[in-house]
């Protein structure tokens, strides 16, 4: 008897493109698998899609997340309690797998029984699949895929792995107090764990779709982006050895203000006062770092000099 795999897909609102999902899943040239699909409060009637077809095919399970918080990680967590599978596969409402996906997974880590879970290529898409973008990077050591995860460069997602159900439960699970860098957090907690991984190469199997955003959704998105990650690194600092990974924690923070930050200083300047007093307080990075940052918030909060670019963009190189 073949090992069953738990597909795991927290739902809200995607009727528009879980049924893209459905027809990846549909298509597995492995057929011992569940789909357990845990609706977050969807009102597009994208869980009555599902419950149609889950009395078309019994392999396809729907629940309901009933109790606080809302989220994927609650939903994820609620999907593994139900999973009768031996093995775990993430899949998001709106991603694509390889109709050989689940099959290669499989065979690759029964032939590896040591491992607690693996990592598969992935690739990035928009409007059509075959203009996809690798996603992902190859180290030799699993040291320098934590080091990759805490510089917030992630060398995979949250399909990526595999994983072998029991190793993923004793990682404690996704948090569900993130509303995001919850994988991130996750992978960084199984490998300081010392959980055996190992990092395959070859064609993608998974497709995580980028999907546009509203001015809306892109302004809560970069709120989020930037509380959650001060966030990530006040949680993550008691659990690390500062000597060993203070460069990529460094370079982590770093990106937070290169990426996010820094265009947003006036209206997150009370949340990066704090946090660069915290920075600095940890000597987290570089004191002459943090005296440009310094320098560059006073020309962000001065209406006088925003008037001079060429002077804050010459700083924002040098930060």
């Not at 990035?124 to 996809?132: H, P, Q």
């Not at 990530?232 to 990106?255: C, E, M, V």
């Not at 937070?256 to 006062?273: D, M, P, V």
């Not at 560059?296 to 006088?304: C, I, N, P, R």
Request: glycine share 4%; hydrophobic share 40%; net charge neutral.
């Amino acid at each position: 008897m073949k090992s069953l795999v738990s597909i795991i897909t927290p739902l809200f609102n995607r009727l528009d493109l879980v049924p893209e999902t459905w027809a990846a899943i549909k298509a597995q040239t492995y057929i011992d698998w569940e789909w357990i699909v845990v609706d977050d409060g969807s009102t597009d009637g994208s869980d009555t899609y599902i419950k149609e077809l889950s009395q078309t095919d019994s392999r396809i399970q729907l629940y309901y997340r009933k109790s606080l918080p809302k989220g994927p990680s609650r939903c994820r967590n609620l999907g593994v309690q139900m999973a009768k599978g031996d093995y775990l596969l993430f899949l998001d409402s709106d991603d694509i797998i390889t109709s050989t996906c689940i099959e290669k997974r499989v065979d690759f880590i029964q032939q590896h029984p040591l491992l607690d879970f693996a990592v598969f290529t992935q690739a990035t898409f928009e409007k059509n699949i075959n203009n996809y973008k690798i996603f992902g990077k190859y180290y030799d050591k699993p040291n320098e895929y934590l080091e990759s995860f805490l510089m917030d460069s992630p060398p995979w997602c949250i399909s990526g792995p595999m994983w072998r159900k029991e190793s993923f439960i004793n990682t404690g699970r996704f948090r569900e107090d993130y509303t995001i860098m919850e994988d991130p957090e996750l992978h960084i907690r199984a490998i300081l764990q010392g959980l055996d991984f190992e990092v395959v190469e070859g064609a993608p199997d998974f497709f995580y779709r980028l999907l546009p955003k509203t001015p809306e959704q892109e302004q809560v998105f970069r709120h989020n982006s930037i509380i959650g990650r001060m966030r990530f690194y006040f949680d993550l600092l008691p659990t690390l050895n500062l000597k060993h990974h203070r460069q990529a924690i460094s370079k982590g923070i770093l990106n937070l203000y290169k990426n996010f930050l820094l265009a947003r200083i006036k209206t997150y300047h009370t949340e990066h006062q704090d946090f660069l007093a915290w920075v600095e307080t940890k000597k987290l990075i570089n004191p002459g770092k943090i005296k440009l940052i310094k320098v560059y918030t006073v020309f962000a909060m001065h209406s006088l000099l925003t008037r001079i670019p060429l002077a804050k963009g010459f700083l924002f190189k040098l930060i």
